[in-house]
């Protein structure tokens, strides 16, 4: 729908094309998205409610794991049931303020995720590399303090996406060519002046992006330099570095898609490959965690398994 006045459409809703073109996918597409969601929110909801229960799970490590967990669902939530009710919609219609609240809250929580990655890997570092100091560093206090600050932050930033972005004049077009509410495919159909929106998004994501995936990565480099030159034994190495793959192999999921389009150069061009990598980070790994921490973490495996045997 559209207001005119003064001669200028202005847009008050936009038509998100959706995941794909080929309406005969829909079906199809719709069953494996809908399994996929239902992993996502069973999945992250069971380990939530493993660490609260299990007190052998009350610590630092796991405290963030149970952010994690509600960061995935929430994340999730924020695309996935728009994303299905589209599937069979005719109009696809999101209004206006619906766009930006979606546009707020997924940047909101994907930024904070990053940031909680580079704390998990810092948690892992400590308590490989300054084992002694491990309860005084990460005491309770500064776990809470720490994702305070790792949710208040992202929420401030992406505050300033969504207010930048709703300020734009959209008076062309109102299809979006995209299956959500983001900041890239917003600016190809807004008019007027988009450099300082695209430079927030190139630079500001961007070096957000790279830098927290620079901290964690660093993390890892440093605990396998630091058990090398400790122990020269790849037996012990393996036992030390086995407590965090399970965060490793979730942070690689996370960062391969984010980093290919945020560092990819802004194009209109690229739109059709960011909608396909964005099913990967908005659909398939927030389902993936909590498969990788079930079947990697041993505590969180036998903790399902105890409270699986108390309720047979």
């Known amino acids: 729908m559209e207001d005119v006045l003064l001669n200028h459409t ?3 809703e936009f038509l998100l094309l959706g995941v794909t073109d080929i309406e005969e996918l829909n079906p199809i597409l719709f069953v494996m998205v809908f399994v996929m969601y239902f992993v996502t929110v069973s999945g992250n909801a ?40 589209n599937f069979f919609s005719t109009s696809k219609a999101i209004s206006f303020l619906g ?13 904070t995720e990053a940031l909680l990655l580079a704390v998990m890997a810092f948690d892992c570092f400590v308590a490989i590399c300054r084992p002694l100091h491990y309860p005084s560093i990460m005491n309770r ?23 930048l972005t709703s300020r734009l004049n959209f008076c062309g077009s109102n ?17 007027g002046n988009t450099e300082l929106n695209r430079w927030l998004l190139n630079t500001l994501a961007g070096t957000i992006a790279s830098g927290l995936f620079f901290l964690t990565f660093l993390s890892y480099i440093y ?32 960062y391969a ?20 990598i964005a099913v ?33």
């Open 175 to 191: 299809h979006i060519h995209h299956f959500f509410c983001d900041i890239k495919p917003l600016l190809e159909v807004a008019c």
């Open 257 to 276: 898609p984010v980093l290919f389009i945020y560092i990819n150069p802004d194009s209109g061009s690229s739109l059709e490959k960011d909608r396909i």
């Open 99 to 111: 766009c930006i609240t979606q546009l707020h809250f997924f940047h909101f929580l994907g930024c």
């Open 10 to 12: 202005f847009v008050t």
């Open 141 to 163: 206090q500064v776990c809470i303090q720490v994702a305070a600050t790792m949710w208040a932050i992202p929420f401030l930033h992406a505050l300033v996406h969504s207010i």
């Open 280 to 312: 990967m980070y908005t659909v398939v790994t927030p389902a993936l965690n909590p498969l990788i921490y079930t079947l990697r973490n041993k505590e969180v495996r036998g903790a399902l398994n105890r409270k699986i045997r108390i309720l047979l």
């Open 46 to 85: 069971a380990i939530i409610m493993i660490i609260v229960l299990d007190s052998k799970l009350h610590s630092p490590m796991y405290f963030f794991l149970g952010n994690l967990a509600c960061l995935d669902v929430c994340f999730s939530t924020v695309t996935v049931p728009k994303i299905l009710e």
């Open 223 to 254: 605990i396998v330099i630091y058990l090398f030159l400790k122990t020269r034994s790849c037996s012990m190495l393996h036992k030390a570095l086995s407590t965090c793959a399970s965060h490793f192999m979730v942070v690689m999921v996370f």
